[in-house]
């Protein structure tokens, strides 16, 4: 039987630059996707028809654009987007490399969990801001987007934890991270124990990250009530 802590402690180092890797690609990216994606999903609830400012033709092209971009898989974007991710950074390969194409993949998914979110608020708090004498930009940013406050929270650990399974997909294209040990070491060195205990240290990491992203959200919803 496979010994993986004499495993894990071959490889350590390489494991422990890989966690970082991977961390840093994925938080970053969706800290960039969201301030990217957030505007974009408030766009598209205050335009559509009978809300704050109904704007069919910019509900419509944004809506297009968001579900053109979603429904590329992810390893043919990365490979479109090689060139964009060189005149951006300077180079196609590395851990800053794969946060281009990473931003670009989720940030229309965010939009639409943003909308989502949005749509889900009574619409009787939006209406009582309207008789308040509220702008439309104080109703965005002091009811629409503070209400909401929970299940962006937990759409943030949502979009981290698809971007680090995204992250272990670049290590085919020369990102870094723990896909990049899973397929130089795993795969390719056929070294099946490396690639197992990878697979340990990403779903540790999302459980981790899980764990705390809902227990942070459901402390906000207290403090909401």
Request: charged share 10%.
């Amino acid at each position: 039987m496979v010994n993986l802590w004499n495993v894990f402690l071959e490889f350590r180092f390489v494991l422990w630059e890989g966690v970082l890797d991977t961390l840093y690609m994925s938080f970053t990216a969706v800290v960039m996707a969201y301030a990217i994606g957030l505007p974009m999903g408030v766009l598209l609830v205050i335009t559509r028809q009978g809300s704050l400012i109904p704007n069919k033709v910019v509900n419509t092209v944004l809506g297009g654009i968001i579900n053109s971009v979603r429904s590329v898989p992810y390893i043919i974007m990365m490979v479109l987007l090689i060139p964009l991710a060189r005149m951006i950074v300077g180079t196609a390969i590395g851990s800053t490399a794969a946060i281009v194409p990473l931003v670009i993949a989720s940030a229309p998914f965010i939009a639409r969990m943003v909308e989502s979110t949005l749509n889900e608020l009574d619409a009787g708090v939006i209406d009582a801001a309207k008789s308040m004498g509220a702008t439309n930009m104080q109703i965005i940013r002091k009811v629409m987007l503070p209400e909401s406050i929970p299940s962006l929270v937990r759409g943030f650990s949502i979009t981290a934890i698809m971007l680090i399974g995204f992250s272990a997909m670049a290590g085919t294209v020369g990102a870094g991270g723990l896909g990049r040990i899973a397929i130089r070491y795993g795969f390719q060195g056929f070294r099946t124990d490396v690639m197992i205990v990878t697979i340990i240290l990403i779903v540790a990491i999302v459980t981790i990250i899980q764990f705390l992203f809902n227990t942070l959200a459901a402390k906000i919803d207290k403090r909401l009530v």
